[in-house]
């Protein structure tokens, strides 16, 4: 538990970060402000930072993302990525990924990204195996597990499976309670999942709300 002189200092640090690393341009605060006025997710910064990086670090040319919404995380990604990069997106809700659409076409790489208007359990059988160099999980959490389990055989060797929000609003670290939500309860399974994967070695970040990460090594 953080004392009210750490949250300080963390406070601090974040403060520190936000002002050397400065803001993101004109199109992203405007994606970032839709989604905070409609009360849709959106990914935070630092974590769009770092699926950017993890972009370029990886060369990543193939890229499936579970849950679009306006299209944030998918933005960060696509920047990134090298010109002949390709991006699956998919999110059923048809009126957020219109907006989402609009995004992408002003930041000119609509033509890399295509949008599947499918619930990811329905599509995840049917994609290609060892595929993809990077997948990002941020759909539906109580289906989590199963998202992480159909999603490890679509990795080539040495890709990387990304999950969002881990710590889940800080509920994943309280005690474990019998009316726990089904929320946390997913998130805490798939946590363990992810760590002791056979095929993966990963880790879970303290960024945002909680980044997994689980590079395939078989």
């Not at 538990?1 to 992203?28: C, K, W």
């Not at 949008?115 to 990077?134: E, G, N, S, T, Y």
């Not at 726990?180 to 998130?187: K, Q, V």
């Not at 363990?192 to 880790?203: G, I, K, R, V």
Request: hydrophobic share 45%.
């Amino acid at each position: 538990m953080t004392t009210p002189a750490v949250e300080s200092l963390l406070e601090r640090d974040l403060e520190y970060l936000t002002r050397i690393e400065g803001e993101p341009d004109a199109l992203m605060l405007e994606l970032e402000a839709l989604g905070h006025r409609d009360g849709v997710p959106i990914v935070s910064r630092e974590v769009g930072r770092f699926l950017s990086v993890m972009t370029s670090a990886m060369l990543a040319g193939n890229i499936l993302e579970l849950g679009t919404a306006y299209g944030c995380s998918t933005l960060w990604m696509a920047r990134a990525q090298p010109e002949a990069g390709r991006i699956w997106t998919i999110d059923p809700d048809l009126a957020r990924a219109k907006i989402a659409r609009g995004f992408f076409e002003r930041a000119g790489v609509a033509d890399r990204i295509e949008m599947i208007h499918q619930p990811a359990l329905d599509v995840l059988p049917k994609m290609q195996r060892r595929l993809f160099d990077i997948i990002l999980i941020d759909a539906l959490k109580e289906e989590y597990p199963r998202y992480l389990e159909l999603s490890v055989p679509l990795l080539k060797r040495s890709g990387v499976v990304i999950l969002d929000n881990l710590l889940w609003h800080h509920q994943a670290a309280q005690t474990p309670a019998a009316d726990d939500p089904e929320t946390t309860r997913a998130i805490r399974r798939v946590s363990d999942m992810l760590l002791h994967h056979p095929e993966l070695n990963a880790t879970i970040l303290p960024l945002g709300d909680g980044v997994g990460v689980g590079a395939k090594i078989r």
